[in-house]
C-alpha cells in the first residue's frame, strides 16, 4: 500500500513531496507524461535560497497504482481535480485520506462529494512555487500550510498531517475555521488576480494608483459580501488587512492567475473570478466589479469557463 501519495508532480506537488521524503516519510509521487519521465531519468530538482538539492523520490502513474493509498494530498490545479477524484473512486481497497490544496473554496466539497466514506482536509497554502525547465523554484516568503477537516470521521487526521509536515520542516498549523481561511485568500486571489488581469498592470502595481486601489477594494468588498451571505464570517477589517497586504508586493509582482491568463495557460480562472460570479448569482449577491471583470476577460478571450 502507497502510503502517502502527492497527486501532481507541478511546483507544490514536488516541493511538498521532497520535503516529505527528506524528513523520512514514505512518500510516491503521481506523475504523468514527460515529468515523469523526467523525475525517473533525473530525480526531483529544487531550488531554493538554501541552496539547490536533487531528490530521488519514487513515481508512478495512475495505471501503476494498485489500489488507494493511506493518504493522498492532491496538488494540481483546480480544473484538473473532477479526473484525479475520478480515478482516486475506482481505486480498489478501503478508501485513504484527502488533503486538498487547491486555491478557491470548492475543492474541498468536490473532494468530498465525489469521495463519500474519505475523511477530506483542506488546506490553504501561502508561498510562491513555480516549476521552470524541470526545476521547481521557491521564491519568495516561506511557505505556511493551515489545515481543517471538512469533511469524514477522522478526528486525528488533521493534527497528524501537520506533525507531519512541521515534521517535514513546511510551517503548518491548524486552521481555527479552514473554511474562514480559504474565503480569505479567494478574496485576495479572485480580487488581485481579477482587478490586475482587466487592467493589463502587474498585481504589485495595483495599488500605486488610486483609481485601480479602489477598484480592488469594491472586488474585495463583493467577495466579503458573498462570504457573508455564504455563512462565512470574514473578519471586519479583512479587506483593509488584504489591501495593505497587498500595496506591500513588489510592483513588478504578479499573481498565478494573470500569469496563466497572459501567457494562455490553462488557468484556475474558473475556481477564482468564476466561482465569484457563479456562486454571487446563485445567493442573488450584487458583484458589479466581478461581473465588469468577467465580462471584459470574457470577451478578450481570457478565461476558461468550465
Ligand atoms: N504554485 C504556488 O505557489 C501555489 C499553488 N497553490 C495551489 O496549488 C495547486 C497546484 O498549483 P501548482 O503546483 O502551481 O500547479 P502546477 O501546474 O505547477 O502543477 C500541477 C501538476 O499537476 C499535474 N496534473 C494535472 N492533472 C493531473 C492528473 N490528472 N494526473 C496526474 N497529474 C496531473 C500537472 O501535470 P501536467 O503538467 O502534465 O498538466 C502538473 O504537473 C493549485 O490549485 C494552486 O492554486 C496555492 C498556493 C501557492
Ligand atoms: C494572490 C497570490 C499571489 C497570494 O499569495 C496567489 O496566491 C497567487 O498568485 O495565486
Given at each position: 500500500?502507497?502510503e502517502?501519495?502527492?497527486?501532481?508532480?507541478?511546483?507544490?506537488?514536488?516541493?511538498?513531496?521532497?520535503?516529505?521524503?527528506?524528513?523520512?516519510?514514505?512518500?510516491?509521487?503521481?506523475a504523468r507524461?514527460?515529468?515523469?519521465?523526467?523525475?525517473?531519468?533525473?530525480?526531483?530538482?529544487?531550488?531554493?535560497?538554501?541552496?539547490?538539492?536533487t531528490?530521488?523520490?519514487?513515481?508512478?502513474?495512475?495505471?501503476?497504482?494498485?489500489?488507494?493509498?493511506?493518504?493522498?494530498?492532491i496538488?494540481?490545479?483546480?480544473c484538473?481535480?473532477?479526473?484525479?477524484?475520478?480515478?482516486?473512486?475506482?481505486?480498489?481497497?478501503?478508501?485513504?485520506?484527502?488533503?486538498?490544496l487547491?486555491?478557491?473554496?470548492?475543492?474541498?466539497?468536490?473532494?468530498?462529494?465525489?469521495?463519500?466514506?474519505?475523511?477530506?482536509?483542506?488546506?490553504?497554502?501561502h508561498?510562491?512555487?513555480?516549476?521552470?525547465?524541470?526545476?521547481?523554484?521557491?521564491?519568495?516568503?516561506?511557505?505556511?500550510?493551515?489545515?481543517?477537516?471538512?469533511?469524514?470521521?477522522?478526528?486525528?487526521?488533521?493534527?497528524?498531517?501537520?506533525?507531519?509536515?512541521?515534521?517535514?520542516?513546511?510551517?503548518?498549523?491548524?486552521?481555527?475555521?479552514?473554511?474562514v481561511?480559504?474565503?480569505?485568500?479567494?478574496?485576495?486571489?479572485?480580487?488581485?488576480?481579477?482587478?490586475?488581469?482587466?487592467?493589463?498592470?502587474?498585481?504589485?502595481?495595483?495599488?500605486?494608483?488610486?483609481?485601480?486601489?479602489?477598484?480592488?477594494r469594491?472586488?474585495?468588498?463583493?467577495?466579503?459580501?458573498?462570504?457573508?451571505?455564504?455563512?462565512?464570517?470574514?473578519?471586519?477589517?479583512?479587506?483593509?488587512?488584504t489591501?495593505?497586504?497587498?500595496?506591500?508586493?513588489?510592483?513588478?509582482?504578479?499573481?498565478?492567475?494573470?500569469?496563466?491568463?497572459m501567457?494562455?495557460?490553462?488557468?484556475?480562472?474558473?475556481?477564482?473570478?468564476?466561482?465569484?460570479?457563479?456562486?454571487?448569482?446563485?445567493?442573488?449577491?450584487?458583484?458589479?466589479?466581478?461581473?465588469?471583470?468577467?465580462?471584459?476577460?470574457?470577451?478578450?478571450?481570457?478565461?476558461?469557463?468550465?
Amino acid at each position: 500500500m502507497v502510503e502517502t501519495l502527492v497527486i501532481g508532480a507541478g511546483a507544490i506537488g514536488s516541493f511538498v513531496a521532497a520535503r516529505l521524503h527528506r524528513a523520512g516519510n514514505e512518500v510516491t509521487l503521481l506523475a504523468r507524461g514527460r515529468r515523469l519521465d523526467q523525475l525517473r531519468r533525473e530525480g526531483l530538482r529544487i531550488a531554493s535560497a538554501s541552496g539547490f538539492e536533487t531528490v530521488q523520490i519514487p513515481a508512478l502513474e495512475w495505471d501503476q497504482l494498485e489500489g488507494w493509498p493511506r493518504q493522498s494530498i492532491i496538488c494540481t490545479k483546480t480544473c484538473d481535480l473532477p479526473h484525479v477524484l475520478d480515478r482516486l473512486r475506482i481505486l480498489p481497497g478501503a478508501s485513504g485520506r484527502i488533503v486538498t490544496l487547491q486555491n478557491g473554496v470548492e475543492a474541498p466539497d468536490q473532494a468530498a462529494r465525489s469521495l463519500s466514506d474519505s475523511t477530506i482536509l483542506a488546506g490553504r497554502v501561502h508561498g510562491f512555487f513555480e516549476l521552470r525547465e524541470g526545476t521547481v523554484r521557491h521564491v519568495g516568503v516561506d511557505p505556511d500550510i493551515l489545515l481543517g477537516r471538512t469533511a469524514g470521521p477522522d478526528e486525528r487526521a488533521v493534527d497528524q498531517v501537520v506533525q507531519q509536515l512541521k515534521a517535514a520542516g513546511i510551517a503548518s498549523a491548524v486552521a481555527q475555521d479552514i473554511r474562514v481561511e480559504l474565503w480569505r485568500k479567494l478574496l485576495l486571489a479572485a480580487s488581485l488576480g481579477g482587478v490586475a488581469s482587466y487592467l493589463r498592470i502587474p498585481a504589485g502595481s495595483v495599488m500605486l494608483s488610486p483609481c485601480s486601489a479602489a477598484m480592488l477594494r469594491r472586488a474585495m468588498a463583493e467577495v466579503s459580501a458573498l462570504a457573508r451571505v455564504s455563512g462565512i464570517d470574514l473578519p471586519s477589517d479583512c479587506v483593509d488587512r488584504t489591501l495593505i497586504f497587498t500595496a506591500k508586493f513588489p510592483p513588478d509582482a504578479t499573481t498565478s492567475l494573470q500569469r496563466d491568463l497572459m501567457a494562455g495557460r490553462t488557468s484556475e480562472y474558473d475556481a477564482l473570478v468564476g466561482a465569484v460570479v457563479r456562486l454571487a448569482r446563485s445567493r442573488n449577491v450584487p458583484v458589479p466589479t466581478f461581473l465588469e471583470i468577467d465580462r471584459a476577460l470574457f470577451s478578450a478571450g481570457f478565461g476558461n469557463r468550465t
